[in-house]
């Protein structure tokens, strides 16, 4: 069919739904009860927004509908794959999943102090790491006074854990 013969309005881009944060392929989706809480919450929301989305304007509701379908898409699998660890049932005196751990960088003494979480509820403002960064891993199983090498910037770095809390 030539295009002189399409409607402008069947010309729409698709929209760009943002990726969720990666989970590797194989690996268990982990998530704390608060991070659960939360996929949950992200889920009613985004479907009350759906059912309230004004109809007034067809096209604008279509792309509207269009995106929050996509966000759901991407959600609702999460959600039914993840495995709710309590870090209250955790080892506490072993850095494991949902564990707020402080470290001492070695090369300058200073301390930082993050939880061990889900992929989808990390966020670095909120000094919470997915268990799959490289970090978390390097630590992982670790217990207070122990040492893991680790390369940070090009250069290795000895990471000391001072604390574990649950």
């Known amino acids: 069919m030539s295009r002189g013969f399409v409607k402008e309005s069947d010309q729409e881009e698709l929209p760009i739904i943002p990726p969720r944060a990666p989970l590797p392929a194989g690996v268990i989706n982990y998530v704390t009860p608060t991070g659960l809480a939360a996929l949950t919450a992200e889920l ?44 209250a049932a955790q080892p506490q005196e072993e850095v494991r999943f949902g564990a707020h751990v402080t470290l001492r960088f070695g090369s300058s003494g200073r301390e ?23 970090i978390a891993k ?23 854990v001072v604390k574990i809390r649950y």
């Open 44 to 87: 009613n929301a985004l479907e009350a927004e759906k059912a309230d989305f004004p109809t007034d304007h067809e096209g604008e509701h279509r792309r509207a509908v269009a995106v929050i379908d996509g966000k759901l898409a991407l959600l609702r699998p999460r959600i039914s794959s993840a495995r709710v660890v309590n870090p």
């Open 138 to 160: 390097a630590i992982s199983g670790l217990w207070a006074g122990e040492t893991a090498d680790f390369r940070m910037g090009g250069k290795a770095e000895k990471l000391e």
């Open 112 to 134: 930082q102090t993050f939880q061990i979480v889900g992929v989808d509820e990390a966020n670095v403002k909120e000094k919470k790491i997915a268990f799959t960064a490289p």
